[in-house]
Nanobody, 126 residues
Framework: QVQLVESGGGSVQAGGSLRLSCAASTYTSNTNRMGWFRQAPGKEREGIAAVFRGDGTTYYADSVKGRFTISQEIAKNTVYLQMNSLKPEDTAIYYC???????????????????WGQGTQVTVSS
């Protein structure tokens, strides 16, 4: 059983930056991709970024493209989300997720991810 632990959330003013980390408790050789999702109050959870383990290909939602960067450090079983130029509408609980095993589906499809973290709160004030 893989556990994912997020860290790095907090409160920041608009225009500021935060870096989220997600560490997996064990190394999974068949990790296919890891993603970041978020859920704002009163809204559905949405995929915002993903990185494929094998070739490092990254994907972003239009809402964060150019401001957020996802990266991975495979040796540490860790994925990061660097968030710059934060806006009040980025306020949400942020979750990381891991897909073990290959699965041909859009990166933002929640149901493909086998493991989820507990979430970390990000609050951006204007």
């Amino acid at each position: 059983q893989v556990q994912l632990v997020e860290s790095g959330g907090g409160s920041v003013q608009a225009g500021g930056s935060l870096r989220l980390s997600c560490a997996a408790s064990t190394y999974t050789s068949n990790t296919n991709r890891m993603g970041w999702f978020r859920q704002a109050p009163g809204k559905e959870r949405e995929g915002i970024a993903a990185v494929f383990r094998g070739d490092g290909t990254t994907y972003y939602a239009d809402s964060v493209k150019g401001r957020f960067t996802i990266s991975q450090e495979i040796a540490k079983n860790t994925v990061y989300l660097q968030m710059n130029s934060l806006k009040p509408e980025d306020t949400a609980i942020y979750y990381c997720a891991l897909r073990a095993g290959r699965y041909d589906a859009p990166w933002y499809l929640e149901s493909q991810y086998n493991y989820w973290g507990q979430g970390t709160q990000v609050t951006v004030s204007s």
